[in-house]
């Protein structure tokens, strides 16, 4: 070793030998000239990545063999370690070839002397140069080493890390996981230090280099990727997972290698591999722990843990350490109630549960917390894009599911700016109102003119007051008011002037003038239905120390960020009838996270050209609102149009986006309580789309009453009219089927059905066979 260490101060400067063997005779190594050391020192001109693929080097260890080859420890590994294997018997797992091709390239030359031989395993795979001294990365699949000079045409840009391109794709050996991610000298040299960050973290991260499910087998059987994202994301996860045959038992969450006593405690009623056998273990005490015969070692522990043994029982052991005999009800005791126990555990090498166990399953509760490796994150993050006509409710929605999902939904900054919306909002409502006033008292009074063209005008004063006229005070304010909002100065007076006016504002909002123009608000075409909710409570809100209410926040317009972007990340918790008996598919879905993306129709450009930004999206929420068939807004060249062609057409030219042209739409037909409040006065026939709507109707029934023929209601039977119209559409334009669904999303229940409504349309995208396979149907139905 010494010679080694001389061997390196010697060489100071120059690049030093790369995978030094661990004892170098001296001899050699002062044979190695100095040239040659540095022909592997950093040319200026480094050579351009070719992107043509090198042949795959030739080696004694294919990518194929390799892995043939770890199966094949593993399975003799089991065949020698005990009688409990001798059944396994699972013809699924091929058996590797027992003696691979040794020498794929033989040596040509038998008299070869070894020196030559050692120079030739050792030079550069490409162009043959160099020593086992020289300094050389190697393919983390094939083995084959290359020279500085050579690799970044053998490695190409490395998007999987360190593997030649002909290897890109291929599982790395199992004995080299360890090296995943740690950067060499030699990498550091050629790249940047941000691309060697990127190619450590491809290699760390990327699907081919990971643990392959297949090739962990759990009470006998393969785990599926699913399970795999499942074991590995758990609290309590097996760490440095290898390929092998393990047992699990899922009840007390023992953990061990097939044949041989539990070696970990990890998280329990993990829903991954097989049925826990009897002779898991190998065990041979006649004792069973939920169903698997215990070892010798475990013997001992029960009984210094004074657990009763005799008569060999069969005990079923809880998550918690808890155990009752079979087929009796009571708890018997805990096994780690004990501090010696933990003691004499380490001692025996037994597993203990672990400082993070929660035994009770909450952890589930705890999903959005947990670090997951990137590949497994990017593998469960389902992304929902929610969209829709402006005031169709989706930053409702959107607010909604932070309430329904996340822990704390607005962070104190979060809810500090919401406040100040909320107060401003005050004032352009109210601004709403007092326009709308002018402009009905000056129809109204124009009204009256015309009614009495010729009565002498006597009593001017008399003349000039109708419903909607307010005091000179009022007025005043009301004028003064109109035109800071005018000017856009609002920001001058506020908040500090507003939190003064608030009484004034109050006084106004109460005035019979003001409630006649909130009378007549479906013709005020800007004033949100939320106005009244924040008007009658002014002087609270205007208050320094007001703190909005989730209700008020829920309420609150305008919560938009500036590029009409938002997110939120949550995962759905289970319902309660689901938590207490998750079965393998729902504890999946546990662990699948969702991204909520909300996109305001103002960020999406000309012809929406943003979209193309959504690649990943799983599915499209669109948003529209049912009470829009009868209102009208005006356009920028000042044109009035019907609020739902519009969201017709804005739906038109989301669904016809080719970056969505394999993703499917769930539509919300939101604010259904609006539907059924005014199905009775205003007939769905007011927008053209709609205008063949003729609804069997009972005529001398309310609204909400039941249809004689079908049960239904009046807003039920226009909903399903939409549903309907909006389906044919998605049909004649895609050719693909529109998932549909009524919400009211200031209902927090109805959102969420609603967003679990998005999550089944990906379970069942999942399942949906595949466009070659005949041999099912898929059902076309446009009913919703
Ligand atoms: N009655 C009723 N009101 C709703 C419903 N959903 C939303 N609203 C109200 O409708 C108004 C518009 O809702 P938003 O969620 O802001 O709509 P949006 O799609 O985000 O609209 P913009 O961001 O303004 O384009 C708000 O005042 C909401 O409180 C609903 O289901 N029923
Ligand atoms: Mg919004």
Redesign the pocket.
Known sequence: MAAEFSFADEYVGAPLPYDLPEAIPIEIADQIPIAAIATASLSDDIPVVDPIPVAKPPSTTSPTSVFENSIHDLSSELKNSSAATSDFTDSSFSSPDPDPDPDPDPDPDPDRDADRRVQKQHSCHRCSKGSRFTEKETCLVCNAKYCINCLLRAMGSMPEGRKCVSCIGSPVEDSKRERLGKSSRMLRRLLSSLEVEQVMRAERCCEANQLRPEDVCVNRKRLSPEEMVLLQSCPCPPQKLKPGYYWYDKVSGFWGKEGHKPDKIISPNLNVGGSLMRNASNGNTGILINGREITKVEMQMLKWARVQCAGNPHFWVNADGTYQEEGQKNIKGQIWSRATTKLLCSFLSLPVPSKGANPSGEEVNNMLNRNLPDYIEHRTLQKLLLT????????????QAKFLYRSVPFSEEERESIKLIIQSNIYSYLCILLEGRERFEEESLAEKKKKQPHEPSGTDECDSVTVYSICPRLKAFSDWLLKVMASGNLEDIFPAATREYAPTVAELWKDPAIQATYNRRSELLLL???ASYFLERVVDISRMEYEPSDMDI???????SSNGLTFTDFFFPPLPYEASGIDGADQQDTLLRYQLI?L???GLGENCKWLDMFEDIRVVIF?I?L?DYDEYFEDASGITLNKMMESKRLFESMVTHETFDQVDFLLIL?????LEQKIDRSPLTQCDWFDDYNPVSSRHRPNNDRNRNDGTTKAQQAFHYIAVKFKRLFATLTGRKLYVTS?????SD?VDAALRYAREILKWEEERPSPNDFSSFEPTTLSP
């Open positions: 829709g006509f402006h005031g169709s409710g989706t930053s409702t929605i959107f607010k949100p239905s939320v829920l309420y609150a317009d305008g919560i938009t909300g305001h129709t103002k948003c609102s009470g939101n604010k259904y309580d609006i919400s009211n999303s200031l209902d109805s």
